[in-house]
């Protein structure tokens, strides 16, 4: 993977991801929100923070199949979603920042209504409100996480020094959104036949091939062979594997709405006045690099506290860079959260 | 759409698609052939040829859903999957050649064994053979239809003059190779509940978002909307009338080896002595302009009669080029026919 800034790559891989008895505190908050296409809700939100009290807050928000485990601490100690970009040494580091992060709206399956990425702006605000965070130092978003802190940035300015946004843009690109549909009729083709987990399954394994690129799968797998009278392809072991774990643990209504949300995005960038860091994978195929480019020439307003950045990463790994790549997302989070 | 060899472009659409009373002949063939996967079987090979007597015989053949009937004729009306191709004026004209294709073997769902292309390209012979054929003219081969006449080049040397494979080269890419697995595991799905339509149509779809390109998507449809509580994304009223059409005349069993099919492609482009023309487009999304590079490489071996040709095309249309862009691909075949 290259860069386009001559940055060198940080040496936290090297270090233990954790020092020794970092804090950590989950919470939950009751409350009423009105959310833009349900009306208002009372809604329980689930938030978790690691790190030394006082410091300063960073949000941190992932993909849709995110949570609020970021990483393993001594109270948590399972492995977190991000477990490979925080640590000692690293650009989020848990001794000098508290890392915030929620369950998303939804995630739970228990909210059977269209959801808002802005919805989901309210609710990181709503749960500052419960713990008395002022202002976060920063936000970094990935994927969905983007979307959400695109939208917090213009809907909660006062609230946000920094936002860095990897691989998720201001809009849904029309061709994702048709191939997040075919997912969401995947697991509605599954549930007519009463079985939710074999749709989930297809569902997941389409949305894998849109995370990741052709140029993973030609390294990575072999030629289609036949077996008991049927061709099974290279990818079908893998895909069988990873998608079938992740159906076990994930409620199909979470699935459908969290889906559908990130194809509700919408949000002017010439109303955001917030420093923003755009990082882009130019191998994306959910978020075309072209997004991310009309992304960062509309951040660039008269209103614009300064001129928003644009670091464009390479990397095999897609839209999936985010998870895939921490030393040289390390080395662009090291400068924007400068 | 822009040419990278400078060739005025055709000009016979303006002219009317066949001059009247073109001839046309169909015919069967039972015969039994040894197929490579599934040993020796009794068929029927389908096939049309239209054009006056006595002219060059160029095999035509297309995608997966493509059939014998290329355009329409005075004895067989109906439009042809091809009609924006062939006519007067055109590189492929009825009245200098003879446009022979086929029913694609298993396409009507009465052969439910693995079919190689290889396969595919034994039934075009024992057609020539029935028709008292020495050699063909010529071999245009798109996609699905390129594959084959690879294997026909390579099989059957003797019986072509020249090959121009459009869209389709001598391997199935591995991410292609997954996203048509997914195609097939969706009829499955619909299938265990007895609604194959509904397996059928949402596979179609999901190939469709292969076909096409996100820039398509882009310029041509809207930003997704909430409508009955749910969210509705702006291609799903294209690919349900797309795939709803398609669904209702393919039987599930003829898509499903036609799709394994293309995934059992392998042939060592060093086993190709025929001159051929290697079409490739740019943003193919199944077919990656690399395959193709690498194919024209690798069809630049020590005896090779003349230098293989590569020609790049650029469309929004991607894979589905062939079906889109007559003009730009019938300067192409003017040249390669020529």
Redesign the interface.
């Known amino acids: 993977m290259s860069l386009t800034t001559a940055i060198p790559a940080a040496d936290c891989r090297a270090a233990p991801c954790l020092p020794p008895r970092i804090e950590a505190r989950r919470g939950t908050v009751d409350c009423t929100l009105a959310l833009r296409?349900a009306g208002p809700r009372a809604v329980r939100l689930r938030h978790e923070c690691v790190g030394a009290p006082g410091r300063p807050v960073v949000l941190v928000a992932g993909g849709i199949s995110a949570d609020r485990h970021v990483v393993a601490s001594d109270a948590f100690p399972a492995r977190g979603w991000w477990q490979d970009q925080a640590g000692a040494g690293c650009a989020l580091d848990p001794a000098r920042h508290r890392l915030l992060a929620i369950d998303w709206l939804g995630a739970d399956g228990t909210l059977d209504?269209?959801i808002d990425p802005a919805d989901q702006a309210d609710v990181i605000a709503a749960v500052l409100d419960a713990l008395g965070i002022e202002v976060l130092a920063g936000f970094v978003g990935c994927s969905y996480g983007a979307m959400v802190g695109l939208q917090f940035a213009a809907r909660h300015p006062a609230r946000l020094s920094r936002l860095v946004a990897v691989s998720g843009a201001h809009?849904?690109?029309?061709?994702?959104?048709?191939?997040?549909?075919?997912q969401r009729?995947?697991v509605a083709?599954?549930a007519?036949?009463c079985?939710e987990h074999?749709?989930l399954v297809?569902a997941r394994?389409?949305a894998i091939?849109g995370y990741?690129?052709?140029q993973e799968?030609?390294a990575?797998?072999?030629?289609?062979r036949?077996v008991d009278?049927?061709?099974?392809?290279?990818?079908?072991d893998y895909?069988d594997h990873c998608a079938g774990a992740w159906a076990a643990r994930t409620p199909p209504t979470g699935f459908l709405r969290l889906s559908?949300?990130i194809?509700?995005q919408?949000v002017a960038p010439e109303a955001i006045e917030v420093p923003v860091t755009v990082v882009a994978v130019a191998e994306d195929?959910l978020v075309?690099i072209e997004d991310a480019q009309a992304l960062v020439e509309r951040l660039s307003h008269a209103r614009a506290p300064r001129r928003p950045q644009l670091r464009v990463l390479r990397s095999v790994y897609g839209h999936d860079a985010f998870l895939k790549e921490p030393a040289a997302l390390d080395a662009v989070l090291r400068e924007a959260l400068a």
């Open positions: 296409h209504a269209p809009r849904a690109h029309p061709h994702a959104s048709a191939w997040r549909a075919l009729r995947a083709l599954g007519l036949q079985d074999a749709g297809l394994q389409i091939l990741r690129t052709p799968f030609d990575r797998f072999a030629a289609s036949v009278g049927r061709v099974r392809t290279g990818a079908e895909l559908e949300s194809d509700l919408a195929r075309p």
